[in-house]
């Protein structure tokens, strides 16, 4: 059965039926906190949330999760532990904001995969505001998601993977612009099909070195005297070098020349050169396990087979680092064997079994028409 079908048999006769994709980044890691540019696409992955109008509550339950979530809309509480902090936040940030705010009781299910990087907090975060709230604009909705998670988590993401999951397109990528939330969207040539690849290393956002990276690049900015990296150009890093510590500089020069990656990657897409884009996710994978110390021996080696594998365009880390999925555009007439053959080989390299999901570039968030859904379940 499909995550869809498991929540309509849940809740099969709901008022609200609301999809929120999850995401994977192209290109562009670490950059949209610095103001600079990113390159993700929406997946089939996605989440589901089934439920009824009811005044007053926000009561669901997870089909994923233990536990149910009871929240007050009159007086939302501060401290909600597991994955109901990310449903209390949303409704926090929503009332905040002034947004008119609906009650409801209902299920939520999804095939986004927990710790691997393909951003299932923003997916759940943006199918409940979406079923909240229906007529926010998709950007207004990422950045209230956005500061939910900031503000009532305690996670410092940037827009991307809540922006992602609002407000793609389906067979595009989405071109972002951190600086003022600018969106383009960017054509996927057809012949192109998204595998993405679980190395089997979990990863965790909240106890993870992320907010370390993120505080080395806010030193880089302030010692160079610029509101965010983005300003920086690399002959201005190499200027101030000796006035920071050595890790400020590493970030700062992998944000820096990822931003030049991100708008060059979108140049070969639209050229449909295929070998500068894999000469270019190469290039972002090196400038992020050896500048930003974000990769794993496990991830280099996922890599490294892909990149050895006929069909393979380009192969890269994608998502927060320390972890998680890599995310490979391949020929698609070759994409299930190319897939088996990643996985079977880092399999019997590393003795770590995989999980993979191919992917059309998705839509973003909305209501589901049940006549026309049609759902992917992951493969393993």
Sequence with gaps: MTILEDVLGANPKPEILVRAPGRAN?????TDYNLGYVLPVALELATYLAATRRSGVVHLRSLNEPGEVMIDLESPPERVDGWGRYVSAVVRALIDEGVPVHGLKGVIGSSVPLGAGLSSSAALEIALATALSPDLDPVHKAELCRRAEH????????????LASAAARADHALLIDCSDNSIEHVPIPRELAVLIIDSGTGRD?????????????????????ASSLREVTLDELEDGRDRMGTNAYRR?????TENERVLATVAALDAVDFDAVGDLFAESHRSYAQDFEASLTEIDALVDIA???????????????FGGCTVNLVHRAAAGE?????SSTYEDSLGKSTRWWLSEPAAGAGPVDLDGAQVLPGRT
């Design 26 to 30: 192209l290109i562009g890691e670490h």
């Design 151 to 162: 503000d009532y988590v305690g996670v410092q993401v940037g827009i991307m993977d809540q």
């Design 205 to 225: 956002l909240q106890s993870s070195a992320y907010n370390d990276r993120r505080g080395d690049c806010e030193e880089a900015a302030r010692v160079l005297s």
């Design 252 to 256: 700062a020069r992998h944000v820096i």
């Design 307 to 321: 990149c050895r594998t006929p069909g393979v365009v380009a192969a890269r880390l994608t998502g927060g680092g």
């Design 338 to 342: 190319a897939a088996q053959t990643i």
